[in-house]
């Protein structure tokens, strides 16, 4: 399944990357004495078990195979003092030409291979005249690594057969012809994972990075650099457990409860935001009733947040006002907060179920979108919020029966305005146009990915949707394709040109 999909600004990744160095002895005793490779020893027993009968059929076979030999000896002794010249003769002379119980054995003075050109030792593979054709093949490699400014990059946090990884697509849009889509690399991460954030925070010596912030079924946050290919290990871990506290307990013998590293999430981190304005921030979201403000560079939690009295599902940072946070619960409320005043209250709104998603309008600073799980849309506008921080509000500005089934996610069309994707575990994925408050759906596709967790517009082309599921393929919409669409918004066709890389 894939649970969220999120797209790279084009421009934004190296255009050929780095191969990760390989870990350092003192890398591999770090992980092997953190015990991060614990949970993997009752998979390894169960692999050995299955070795070690492997090994007992191995035995048995070479039993079968001496006894056929010992048979085919006696036949052949029969036969001589009987009938000697018969057929059982020919088998056994042939088997004891073999020599089958000396076969491994290795011969003295026996020259397997020749003496030759071929022989001969070159320093370099350019001096040695065997192989054909290097350059082209170098070049050829290097050609399908390469991304170039105009290739859009999608990263999907999919899990498959117990396997959890991050998948980096290159989609190749084509004037004429049809798009190409295709897996450039993937990344190994160790927990399944349920949440992504791209940012481009300086955490190397380039001005802007190129980074997926993943959050997981596991209290810690993954920072992961898209720019390495065979990586290991994330860049930078935010909170997780305290694998050093958790060890020395352990050696004493006592049977210890988990120890978190300070600052962490103590459960699933369900949701996450990062600030463009200030890129250093990251906000989180998590089963364990909070929200986080963390520094990413300085990798440490500058603030946590306890308004909410059950899972928190999402968080988003207002385009206009960076400093403004909004969060969603399954306590069914959504709550404003100002990042700078921590010990404000913020302002509350009441909804009628749990929240699955909200999102900002990037083209009104007023107004933002909730999705609920049961099936509903709601709009809000903040101008409305009560003035008293402690009060509740309920008035939205529109409410819209939008899905059959829970609304896992919505994506406003970052250059369009008014265009807002929705997706559902009803398998549907529907565009809305929310002109005036007035919601009216003038697409809908069943993108044959199953339940739908996540979609994403293109930042650079205003008119393409990644669309993410439980069946677990990446899908692209060209949503200009669609009649109502095209009629509607054409004229918002023209793509934004890509940031060049520092």
């Known amino acids: 399944m894939i649970a969220a999909v999120s797209w790279v600004p084009k421009g934004a990744s190296k255009a050929v990357p780095e191969e990760a160095e390989p870990p350092s002895k003192e890398e591999i005793e770090e992980i092997i004495n953190s015990g991060a490779l614990e949970h993997e020893i009752e998979d390894d027993r169960s692999e050995d078990d299955d070795e070690d009968m492997e090994v007992e059929d191995e035995a048995k076979q070479s039993d079968d195979a001496s006894q056929a030999v010992a048979v085919a000896n006696a036949l052949g002794k029969t036969s001589k003092s009987k009938n000697s010249g018969t057929k059982f003769d020919d088998i056994t002379d042939g088997l004891k030409e073999l020599d089958m119980d000396h076969y491994d054995d290795e011969d003295d003075g026996v020259e397997i291979f020749g003496k030759g050109l071929g022989d001969l030792y070159y320093a370099s593979n350019q001096m040695d005249?065997?192989?054909?054709?290097?350059?082209?093949?170098?070049?050829?490699?290097l050609e399908d690594m390469t991304i170039n400014p105009n290739d859009a990059v999608i990263v999907c946090a999919r899990n498959e057969d117990d396997v959890s990884h991050l998948e980096v697509y290159i989609f190749e849009e084509s004037d004429g012809g049809d798009p190409n889509l295709y897996v450039h690399h993937h990344i190994i991460i160790p927990a399944f994972p349920l949440c992504m954030a791209w940012l481009d925070c300086p955490l190397k010596d380039r001005e802007k990075g190129n980074f997926m912030a993943v959050g997981s079924m596991e209290p810690a946050i993954e920072i992961w650099d898209l720019d390495v290919i065979d990586e290991v290990q994330p860049h930078v871990i935010l909170g997780g457990i305290d694998e050093?506290?958790?060890?020395?307990?352990?050696k004493k013998g006592k049977k210890s409860s988990i120890k978190y590293k300070k600052g962490s999430?103590?459960?699933?981190?369900?949701?996450?935001?990062w600030n463009k304005e200030f890129r250093n921030i990251l906000a989180s979201a998590s089963a364990d009733k909070q929200?986080?403000?963390?520094?990413?560079?300085?990798?440490?939690?500058?603030?946590?947040?306890e308004h909410h009295t059950d899972k928190v599902q999402a968080v988003a940072w207002n385009h206009h006002s960076p400093q403004i946070l909004l969060s969603g619960s399954f306590d069914r409320s959504v709550v404003m907060k100002d990042a700078r005043i921590s010990t404000h209250s913020g302002f509350k709104w009441a909804v009628a179920a749990d929240v699955e998603s909200l999102a900002w309008d990037p083209h009104a600073e007023h107004s933002f979108v909730v999705s609920l799980e049961d099936g509903?849309?709601?709009g809000f506008d903040i101008r409305t919020a009560k003035s008293d921080?402690?009060?509740?509000?309920q008035q939205s500005s529109f409410t819209l029966h939008a899905h059959d089934k829970a609304v896992c996610t919505i994506s406003y069309n970052p250059l369009v305005p008014n265009l807002l994707a929705t997706g559902s575990t009803d398998k549907m994925v529907?565009?809305?146009?929310l002109s005036n408050n007035q919601p009216s759906c003038i697409a809908s596709r069943n993108p044959k990915a199953g339940a739908v967790f996540s979609v994403a517009f293109s930042e650079d082309s205003p008119f393409v949707l990644a669309v993410g599921g439980s069946k677990g393929k990446l899908e692209i919409w060209d949503t200009l394709s669609d009649a109502g669409i095209s009629?509607?918004?054409s004229k918002y066709s023209k793509p934004k040109k890509p940031q060049s890389v520092i």
């Not at 050093?244 to 352990?250: F, I, L, R, V, Y």
């Not at 921080?389 to 509000?393: L, N, W």
Request: aromatic residues 6%.
């Open 244 to 250: 050093e506290k958790k060890k020395k307990k352990s």
């Open 291 to 305: 929200v986080k403000i963390w520094d990413v560079a300085a990798g440490k939690c500058n603030l946590t947040l």
């Open 265 to 273: 999430h103590t459960d699933s981190v369900l949701g996450l935001a």
């Open 430 to 433: 529907k565009l809305w146009d």
């Open 487 to 489: 009629n509607r918004f």
């Open 389 to 393: 921080p402690d009060s509740t509000s």
């Open 376 to 378: 509903t849309i709601k």
């Open 129 to 141: 005249p065997y192989l054909k054709d290097k350059d082209d093949e170098d070049s050829e490699d």
